[in-house]
DNA sequence: GACATCAGAATGTTAGAACAAAGTATTGAC
DNA sequence: GTCAATACTTTGTTCTAACATTCTGATGTC
């Protein structure tokens, strides 16, 4: 019961560390279904033998894609590929951008954009309750459709974002761009009726409940970066979410 | 500008790795206040010198605080704890498990407890849609007001719970004294109105939606371990998460 | 044939060393 | 005084080396 001996190039002129070129194709190999779930994995000290590389590195490089979920690793026993449903794949993603994904046309319409103090919002970002805030509230729509309110509220860092910015592209993608990328976020969903202003906007008749999801994001050093209030049309829209204790 | 200098005991007899016992001393400090976010982190060469360990152990222990989002690392700049909103804690638990930490007195009704094929339940649990599944309906309540009904399938290797197990004690309590601790889980989180039969075992009166989730659990090894279809009165329950991109 | 013992194979832990890269602070020239 | 070059601090990468622990399977005895 041998492994399969993976190709791999190595390049140490790169400037890319040497043990995440090889996680990389290593990854590539288990994605491409070059190796299935199951199937042994070649032994570290084989590796690295193989590969004119140190344990450490090899080691290194297999724990990233034990930290992706791609493999498990169990002493005395060995490396082997983990079921595809264990597979890590988090995403911080926006509505804007899984609709754009999708090819459903995203649209926003601005309906307030202004400075103001929110006690609630500036908590949940960990900030001074009278920190002044960007208060944005945007209906979103595909095509035709309005899908979702979203309130947004945004630290004084970012609070030069202009209605224009707004309507042409997704909040992530302008905070990416302007290097908050958001890393860690809090989120709380529940369900409620709609209100009567809610139901007009988003075009409910009918007896049909809206989902809620609050949302407090921060980068990798701790800084608030955007905290949200948004309901969606619990017709059309679930929140999908992986949970991972490894 | 120098670290603060803390106290820290390692034994070296222990079976307990020295990185680890060192990682929950230091995490230990942050977790007490001891150190505070933004607080600088005594460096690492220091630290091994001053604790006789080596560097390799010393940087797999703070590796670990960074995983958890206790510290932040910048090369040139040194180790900084980190704000409080990214400290990360994950959970995989079940509302009993929760209902009985806030001391809520959950009860258990069970409506249903039979072998059955369901293929929809299977397919989520990545086994063949024939596969004989302990199919269990549960009305969970705290004191005398229903909160949710919990539909759940078990694969074959746990179809031996037998109702008076389920009556006592929450099914993640259960699954993990069976050895099948269940680490992945993927879920996915809706909103609807309630049936005539949910609006009765929920007693729910007036026009008040349900929160649903369905969640399929993995092993970590991406063995089945339960596929969940629960609905909530959305009046008394929310589903909070953590999201992390790191 | 059933069970205990033992060897082998794999990952896990720990150490010591050297150099690379990035950011900060100081120094020096103009 | 301003700005650029330099030195220093700190984390990042890589290697060699040895021993520990755990699981599997083979060996061998009763």
Redesign the interface.
């Known amino acids: 019961m041998s492994a399969q001996l993976l190709a791999v190039q190595i390049d140490r002129a790169s400037p890319v560390p040497l043990y995440h070129q090889l996680a990389e194709q290593l990854s590539a190999a288990v994605a491409d279904g070059t190796l299935q779930?199951g199937d042994p994995f070649e032994n570290e000290v084989a590796l690295s033998a193989r590969l004119q590389l140190s344990r450490p590195t090899v080691r290194r490089a297999i724990r990233e894609l034990v930290d992706q979920?791609l493999l498990?690793r169990r002493r005395g026993v060995g490396t082997h590929v983990?079921?595809?449903?264990?597979h890590?794949r988090?995403?911080?993603s926006s509505l804007y951008d899984d609709l754009a994904r999708e090819g459903r046309d995203p649209r926003t319409t601005i309906l307030e954009h202004e400075i103001r103090e929110d006690e609630r919002a500036a908590i949940a970002l960990?900030l001074p309750p009278d920190t002044p805030l960007l208060s944005i509230v945007r209906v979103r729509s595909a095509g035709d459709s309005p899908l979702a309110i979203l309130h947004n509220w945004l630290p004084p860092a970012y609070s030069d974002l202009t209605r224009e910015d707004l309507e042409t592209s997704g909040l992530y993608a302008l905070l990416r761009d302007r290097g908050g990328r958001?890393?860690?976020?809090?989120?709380?969903?529940?369900?409620?009726?709609p209100t009567a202003t809610e139901r007009r906007h988003l075009k409910i008749r009918g007896?049909?409940?809206?989902?809620t999801m609050t949302r407090?994001a921060?980068d990798?050093?701790?800084?608030?970066v955007e905290f949200g209030d948004h309901c969606y049309r619990?017709q059309d829209?679930?929140?999908?979410?992986?949970?991972?204790?490894?």
Chains 1, 2 share one sequence.
């Open positions: 779930p979920g498990v983990a079921g595809r449903m264990v890590r988090l995403k911080l960990d958001p890393v860690v976020a809090h989120q709380s969903v529940g369900a409620r009726m007896s049909h409940p809206l989902l407090s921060f990798a050093g701790g800084n608030a619990a829209y679930t929140v999908d979410l992986m949970v991972d204790e490894r």
